[in-house]
């Protein structure tokens, strides 16, 4: 019945600081699919799955914090080179925890957005 995750959507307050983050460092390429809704907003390809940013000052879906919590809300996204990620998230000195002997059997490591939103990466 269920065919997989459709797409995860963040709230980001400044879209600006948000792409430079999304695109500018982590290299993630705009869909070309996203509607001209009201909002500010964009939406990323990842296979058959979407990552949407929507700028939405009032929104509820907030961490509030930056800090490291592999256990607090997170969306993971597999990567196939670690090393290359972790010498990006080094050079843009992006704070990130780093599980390489993981219980889950993958290397995980841990990274936020400007905005709180916690991202898994895993290989």
Known sequence: MYEGIHHV??????LKKALY????ILGFKQSKERPQFDFPGVWYD????????????NG???????????RDGHFAIRVKD???????????Q???????NSQ???HQVFVCDPDGNQIEFNA
């Open 46 to 57: 990842f296979g058959n799955t979407q990552l949407h940013l929507i700028v939405h000052p």
């Open 82 to 92: 670690m090393d290359k990620l972790l010498k990006i998230l080094d050079h843009h």
């Open 9 to 14: 959507s963040l709230l980001v307050t400044d």
């Open 94 to 100: 992006i704070p990130y925890l780093n599980k390489t």
């Open 104 to 106: 889950t059997g993958w």
């Open 60 to 70: 509820k879906a907030r961490r509030g914090t930056t800090d490291l919590d592999s």
């Open 21 to 24: 983050f999304y695109e500018g």
